[in-house]
């Protein structure tokens, strides 16, 4: 069983940061893209931020400039300094990463943590 686990999540001001945590646990065997995702109301969901297990990052053009991924393999934990935060960035804010366990490799996603921008 993998489970991906969210946290950092809350109201930030414009202009203002936060950062996003997601810790991944089970019968991981690797790790392999881990990123982030975002979904606002009434819009489907959009990547946000991917980075490979190399560390190479890759940015929407929405964030790119304002926010940063980045991951520890040791703690199996991808996190997103966001700045510069627009109330366009309000959202729930998912978790995700490509997971091999002994028996399978597949997409796995967090529950999603809001992120809400206030001008």
């Known amino acids: 069983q993998v489970q991906l686990v969210e946290s950092g999540g809350g109201l930030g001001q414009a202009g203002g940061s936060l950062t996003l945590s997601c810790a991944a646990s089970?019968?991981?065997?690797?790790?392999?893209?881990m990123g982030w995702y975002r979904q606002a109301p009434g819009k489907q969901r959009e990547l946000v931020a991917s980075i490979t297990s190399g560390g190479i990052p890759n940015y929407a053009d929405s964030v790119k400039g304002r926010f940063t991924v980045s991951r520890d393999n040791a703690k199996n934990t991808v996190y997103l300094q966001m700045n510069s935060l627009k109330p366009e960035d309000t959202a729930v804010y998912y978790c995700n990463a490509g997971i091999a366990t002994m028996f399978v490799l597949k997409d796995y996603w967090g529950k999603g943590t809001q992120v809400t921008v206030s001008s």
């Open positions: 089970g019968s991981i065997v690797r790790i392999h893209d």
